[in-house]
């Protein structure tokens, strides 16, 4: 896996994409390889491998917000539509959407072969869901894209899992919509002082 | 932050090292450095930052141990213990440990103010929870150390609380050991097919 930017220039650098276009910024199989790489390597408790993703590119990237527009559109008041289609127009847009799943039959089987740490397993599996959307979603912006993380499930779960076959155990839990970026991030995001959020003891 | 290591190399090598000892790898400030870097730059939802982290140097990291071994002494059958202490002893042969917290008074604070989104809250803190983990448990082994990435917690919360007097509301989710590598990561970490985990639909 070759690319020269470093992991601390990655980090900085990412950040919430809103403006995105369908022009390609790398091959589709590059794509799938920056997500493979990320599969395999961020890590699950137990070696688990909870994770499982979906690519949508193409019409099946359309179809997943037509689907969640479609959804919203029996839930948010006619009136206040015009804002929410804005935004679903903003995100079919794009060039694809990564969905990020948890296969709960794993997370459930751990559940019984390990009773004392039962409450845990859902626990770090949401965890390990949250290191790989966000190396990802590095991923994808180190190569050039703009990507931002979405959540509409539960609401899109059920259509999902019928329109594409999904495992019933798969459990929807991210949507990352990406393209080639048309706006920069803003400028002004806060940062609370980090002598608040940090402490050494030593 | 100047780093050479890149971004995938970063993500490749990182490990669970179990084999950890005092010796300094880096200066303390550089540490306190990368763990700013990760803090600020990682997200969290709606920008609410509630990722609170504490890192235990010196008396203080050896403190976390002694608390933790006391805990499950009480706990543990005293013919099992001696691995329990063989692991302890383990984390404590390390340089520090990072703790990391969410403050739940912010999360509480976002579902009092969105109540349509409050069940997702505390699922969200604890997806940026585990991307800020990655996140600091990679940058430490990109610098040279070796970290695991352990969960006494919630055994040792209250305890851990009052020793460092630190707010009721942070909530404990994990406790990073690292050091300088004594033994090489288990060369053996089976992964699954990655056709099973990925599926790419255009």
Redesign the interface.
């Known amino acids: ?12 650098n ?1 950040r ?1 994409i809103y403006g995105i276009s369908k022009e390609p910024v790398i091959s ?1 199989e590059r ?2 390889e ?10 699950s408790a137990f ?1 688990s ?1 909870t ?10 990237h359309t179809k997943l917000w037509d689907i969640t527009t479609q959804t919203l559109k029996g839930m948010v008041p006619e009136d206040q539509f015009a804002s929410t289609q804005e935004k679903m127009d903003s995100f079919n847009a794009g060039y694809g959407t990564v969905l990020f799943f948890e296969d709960m039959s794993i997370v459930e089987g751990l559940q019984a072969q390990f009773p004392s740490y039962a409450d ?1 397993f859902p ?2 599996s ?6 790989l ?3 990802i979603w ?2 994808l912006e ?1 190569e050039g894209f703009g990507a931002s ?1 979405q ?1 509409y499930n539960p609401l899109i779960d059920e259509e999902v899992k019928t329109t ?1 076959n999904l495992p019933t155990s798969w459990k929807l ?2 949507q990352m919509p990406f393209g080639k970026p048309t706006v920069e991030p803003n400028p002004n ?4 002082p ?1 002598e608040d ?6």
């Not at 994770?51 to 099946?60: P, T």
């Not at 959020?197 to 030593?202: I, N």
């Open positions: 896996m070759t690319l020269t930017t470093t992991f601390y220039d990655a980090i900085e990412r919430s589709d794509i799938q920056i997500v493979n790489h990320a599969v395999k390597y961020v890590p070696n491998q994770a499982r993703v979906v690519i949508l590119l193409g019409d099946n845990n626990v770090w949401l965890q390990s869901s949250g290191m959307q966000y190396t590095t991923a180190s993380l959540h594409w839990l991210a995001k806060e940062f609370e980090i959020r940090v402490k050494v003891l030593k």
